[in-house]
């Protein structure tokens, strides 16, 4: 491969919006980088009002930090797209991202074409991920001790969140696990006021109207409306005729008879996303039929799923009891809990569901142990999924020599694109170390021979000791997916912000007077 000269002079001004972009990126990714590892520290996040958040999820604090640079949000992207894609590894994301975008900075300005070091680094993505697949170890059944090494390490090593998490990916079987569409993650529920627990069933986000009613239900069929529970409306216009008042009576006539079907089919809960007519909740009361009212339409869609039930509109109560008894759905047990401000549900006739109840002691404690567990559940149902490699940027050391190995047989300037790549997978390890207090070059260095004379990627530092260790053994891993996804999405960023050439601020849109 051709040598290529460094620019000076005029040069540096032609790259003068590629460097400024670059240190935006850089103070972006100083702000994540010391989380990394199981030696990363907290970051604390001020706000104008003297509020204050501790935290080590990088995508806290990306979404929280006050950023103006347009390079900077282009990074903050990583880390949503990280977190709506997979649920974890937000941090590593974000170091990759940089690393690449150093990386492919130091090769352009030594001369190396912008449009030569990204398709080389593209091209370098392609064969990382080809890398990391091969590698990757599947998981064998819910049992497997990688997947419980897999919770405790996303779970920040906290063994009660841990237990929770694998407890609950038991219950909901694996192959809801793989469904697709279907979040572990959005299954976890933290309060101040709760005691961990994994409850087989949903919780929904509403105190009955009817609170003064014995609150369990056994064996309740399941009404869910999408609409009102109440009287179809007349106009004001209609309601001041006599015909108008007649219509406005018969309809209120046959809304009174449908509430008395439903009590002959026996409706235990009736759930409805806007508003319960007085008589309506009245006639529920007297008859102990538990109305939600205004449940949120996540809410609505998990009752539906878990119970069989098929949400209706309120037309649907003048049909026959036996159409309307095709729509209403089944539960073994429904009750408000009252510590919790949350109606349990739970034996439906539908899909399985699971919740993990994670309790702490304050709000706040509350709010970073569900985002705790959150990742400890979006990293199992990712190992389930696409399985594990070794983690601690080990996988990334041995596939970065990949690269390398690739990069001395190509002999054009792309093979500098694929170079950056190849560095920018050791950025992860060198983070980790730094971290742990040692000297990222030596240890780097030593982990790289290590791997070589082994021929193995299950090599890494451990960051008690210093010392070489096989993670796999030590049961330190991450789901392939998360590192896959955090490399693609890094790569995707990097290439953006190194096609930059000129930021022009835009004018303002003419506003008429």
């Known amino acids: 491969m051709t040598g290529v000269k460094p620019m000076h002079g005029e040069s540096e001004e032609r790259y003068s919006t590629l460097v400024n972009n670059a240190a935006a990126v850089r103070a972006i990714c100083s702000a994540v980088e010391g989380t990394l590892g199981p030696k990363g520290l907290d970051t604390m996040l001020v706000g104008g009002q003297g509020d204050v958040i501790i935290t080590n ?30 649920g974890d590894g937000t941090t590593t994301a974000t170091v990759l991202a ?10 352009v300005t030594r001369g190396v074409p912008v449009a030569k070091v990204v398709t080389g680094m593209l091209q370098g993505i392609e064969l990382a991920v080809a890398s990391l697949q091969g590698r990757s170890r599947q998981i064998v059944g819910l049992g497997d001790r990688a997947l419980q090494r897999i919770a405790y390490t996303a779970g920040r090593e906290q063994t009660d969140i841990a237990k929770l998490i694998i407890q609950a990916a038991e219950a909901v079987g694996e192959a809801k696990l793989r469904e697709e569409g279907y979040r572990f993650a959005d299954s976890v529920l933290a309060h101040e006021e709760a005691s961990s627990e994994v409850w087989t069933g949903i919780l929904l986000n509403q105190k009955p109207m009817n609170l003064h009613l014995e609150h369990e239900r056994r064996d309740a069929r399941i009404l869910v409306l999408h609409d009102a529970l109440e009287p179809e409306a007349v106009s004001e216009e209609s309601l001041v005729t006599e015909a108008g008042f007649q219509r406005y009576m018969q309809l209120r006539e046959l809304f009174r008879s449908s509430l008395g079907s439903l009590l002959e089919l026996g409706v235990g809960l009736i759930a409805s996303d806007r508003g319960v007519d007085p008589e309506a909740e009245q006639f529920c009361s007297d008859h102990g039929i538990l109305v939600l009212q205004r449940l949120s339409r996540r809410d609505l869609q998990l009752l539906s799923e878990h119970t069989g039930a098929r949400p209706v509109r309120r037309t649907a109560l003048r049909k026959s009891a036996p159409e309307l008894s095709a729509a209403l759905g089944h539960a073994g047990y429904a009750a408000y809990d009252e510590r919790l401000e949350r109606v349990r549900v739970a034996r439906g006739h539908g899909e399985q569901h699971v919740t993990v109840i994670v309790g702490a002691a304050t709000r706040e404690a509350a709010h970073e142990r569900s985002r705790i ?6 990293a199992v149902q990712a190992a389930v999924r696409g399985g594990y490699l070794p983690g601690g940027g080990a996988a990334e050391m041995a596939v970065a020599h990949d690269l390398e190995r690739v990069r001395e047989t190509m002999k054009g300037m792309e093979g500098f694109g694929v170079a950056a790549v190849a560095g920018a997978l050791r950025k992860p390890l060198s983070q980790i170390v730094v971290n742990a207090g040692y000297n990222p070059l030596e240890k780097v260095e030593e982990l790289k021979a290590a791997q070589l004379a ?56 003419f506003e008429e007077n």
Do not use: N, W, Y
């Open 373 to 378: 567990a959150k990742d400890a559940a979006s």
């Open 98 to 107: 940089g690393a690449m975008v150093q990386e492919g900075v130091a090769q």
């Open 57 to 86: 999820d990088g995508v806290t604090i990306l979404e929280k930090m006050d950023v103006t640079h347009p390079a900077a949000r282009l990074m903050i992207q990583v880390a949503r797209s990280q977190q709506r894609q997979i």
């Open 454 to 509: 082994q021929d193995t990627d299950s090599l890494g530092i451990d960051c008690d000791t210093g010392l070489i260790t096989d993670f796999v053994e030590a049961g330190i891993m991450d789901p392939t997916d998360v590192k896959i996804h955090a490399l693609q999405a890094a790569g995707e960023v990097a290439a953006a912000v190194l096609r930059i050439h000129t930021v022009i601020k835009m004018k303002q849109p």
